[in-house]
């Protein structure tokens, strides 16, 4: 019963930390503009299957999954650039409505170039099982988390140590103010667009090993992703890390004990739960009129 319970734990905690960076994507993003990027999935989606395209072609795995970091970032500028930046002001759900036209670009734009099938990428340090109480572990895992953790931990000391990370801050809180001091708002989104990106992409390549990837795989991420940045607070760092957590866990008891049918279900019906109790979510967002 133990070992069950703990496998389950084990399969939901991984699976979380890569919602907990494409939450963190959204947060950036939210933060510096204001604009819920329902682009973040296909972030995911490219940094797992350009990590098997360049390994495929015969790079190093250090040089194929440093390009599937880059590549992204600089999709996420382009995004910025020429879709967000021409509408600037513009309504929330516009904004949103790009954002999605932006994914069904980039998604059919793969499907052409990659195809339609699922590909996998090398566990990176193996495949032996780690035993753990009864329940294994599969050392990929281990990279999940591990990257993950390193991700929050230099996310803190950027916003918290770096001149760059804190007018990232002080725009979030509030951008004319930002604009008064001098604080270049428009490299601010950039930033964020780039950052948001590769976050998404590191998730997207720490995962694949585990779960395979196609060129469809960024939505149903990304939307996971968002269910985990409202459940935590939407603009909440601490919140998108722990709402990913959660939501994966959750999802991952729930496919184990109820039926795996309903796996996908499991997100939808927590924001709902969350939203209906706590409509700022657990950690508060900025704004609840914006969720």
């Not at 604009?179 to 390549?205: D, H, K, Q, R």
């Not at 940045?229 to 959750?250: D, H, P, R």
């Amino acid at each position: 019963m133990l070992a069950q319970f703990l496998q389950f734990l084990f399969s939901g905690i991984t699976v979380g930390a890569t919602y907990a960076l494409s939450a963190l994507g959204f947060t950036l993003i939210y933060n510096a503009s204001n604009v819920i990027n329902f682009a973040q999935g296909e972030f995911i989606m490219l940094g797992g299957m350009l990590a098997v395209f360049f390994t495929q072609a015969g790079l190093s795995l250090p040089v194929a999954l440093l390009l599937a970091i880059l590549i992204p970032a600089v999709v996420g500028v382009l995004v910025e650039k020429l879709a967000i930046e021409p509408v600037k002001g513009a309504e929330t759900v516009t904004l949103i409505i790009i954002t999605i036209g932006a994914s069904l670009v980039i998604r059919g734009l793969i499907q052409v170039w990659l195809g339609k099938g699922t590909h996998s990428l090398p566990a990176f340090s193996g495949d032996t099982p780690i035993e753990i109480l009864g329940a294994t572990l599969m050392p990929q895992s281990l990279w999940v988390l591990g990257g993950t953790t390193l991700v929050v931990i230099a996310l803190w000391y950027f916003f918290n140590r770096t001149l760059q990370g804190k007018a990232m801050l002080a725009t979030s809180h509030n951008r004319l103010a930002a604009e008064l001091v001098g604080i270049n708002t428009n490299w601010v989104l950039f930033m964020s667009f780039a950052m948001s990106a590769a976050l998404g992409a590191l998730g997207g390549i720490l995962v694949t090993p585990i779960t395979l990837t196609s060129y469809d795989v960024g939505i149903m991420l990304g939307l996971k992703g968002f269910v985990a940045a409202v459940v935590g607070g939407l603009g909440n760092g601490l919140g998108a890390v722990i709402g990913g957590l959660l939501v994966g866990i959750l999802e991952a008891m729930g496919a184990g004990y109820i039926s795996s049918a309903y796996k996908d279900a499991i997100p939808f019906v927590l924001i709902l739960f969350i939203l209906f109790f706590m409509p700022r979510g657990l950690f508060g967002g900025k704004s609840t009129d914006r969720v």
